[in-house]
T-cell receptor
Framework: GNSVTQMEGPVTLSEEAFLTINCTYTATGYPSLFWYVQYPGEGLQLLLK?????DKGSNKGFEATYRKETTSFHLEKGSVQVSDSAVYFC???????????FGGGTRLMVKP | EAGVTQSPTHLIKTRGQQVTLRCSPI?????VYWYQQALGLGLQFLLW???????NRGNFPPRFSGRQFPNYSSELNVNALELEDSALYLC????????????FGSGTRLTVV
């Protein structure tokens, strides 16, 4: 069935460093792919999404490209800030298509 | 437009008690999803309701139950609370299929002592 695998954290970076959080997926067809972010003490927020292969989703300086050749949707940011410290979740619709399946989450800690 | 609202935001219960958590979806959203997030761990799917019906259920014991009302709001009930039920309970809603993404509430932090 549809699934996602994320790199385990925590990922610790200094401010202004380059960020990559890996996400690979297994899916039937080409479903939409999502990145959600959870700031401390809050619920999840949709960060970005891509609805078809080769699409690039972007928001708040974050980007992810839907790559069908490598079945990947890696999250990148060129220069992280302390305020980006959060847990990031990769997700895609499950087999039935009506629910999202989430990766295990990757904690990012950015130090000043 | 109001987001997904959950109540209460925090509560503390004693082992063996019962608790009810509430969720109001975004206006126009008919599906409601419940997740449990224990400290430091990922999201565990609990329940999915759509149009008043339970559509799917995660691998949780029967003491976890819920319902969806005609106005699409939802309740999650947990009976016979155990210490390991301590977690953040997240509600999300979607307009129709969740394949287009969810909108999450801020969650209810439940502590069982």
């Amino acid at each position: 069935g549809n699934s996602v695998t994320q790199m385990e954290g925590p990922v610790t970076l200094s401010e202004e460093a380059f960020l990559t959080i890996n996400c690979t997926y297994t899916a039937t067809g080409y479903p939409s792919l999502f990145w959600y972010v959870q700031y401390p003490g809050e619920g999840l927020q949709l960060l970005l999404k891509a609805t078809k292969a080769d699409d690039k989703g972007s928001n708040k300086g974050f980007e992810a490209t839907y790559r069908k050749e490598t079945t990947s949707f890696h999250l990148e940011k060129g220069s992280v800030q302390v305020s980006d410290s959060a847990v990031y979740f990769c997700a895609l619709p499950g087999d039935a298509g009506n629910m999202l399946t989430f990766g295990g989450g990757t904690r990012l800690m950015v130090k000043p | 437009e109001a987001g997904v609202t959950q109540s209460p935001t925090h509560l503390i219960k004693t082992r063996g008690q019962q608790v009810t958590l509430r969720c109001s979806p975004i206006s126009g959203h008919t599906s409601v999803y419940w997740y449990q997030q224990a400290l430091g761990l990922g999201l565990q799917f609990l329940l999915w309701y759509d149009e008043g019906e339970e559509r799917n259920r995660g691998n949780f014991p029967p003491r976890f139950s819920g319902r969806q009302f005609p106005n699409y709001s939802s309740e999650l009930n947990v009976n016979a609370l155990e210490l390991e039920d301590s977690a953040l309970y997240l509600c999300a809603s979607s307009r129709g299929t969740g394949a287009n993404g969810y909108t999450f509430g801020s969650g209810t932090r439940l502590t069982v002592v």
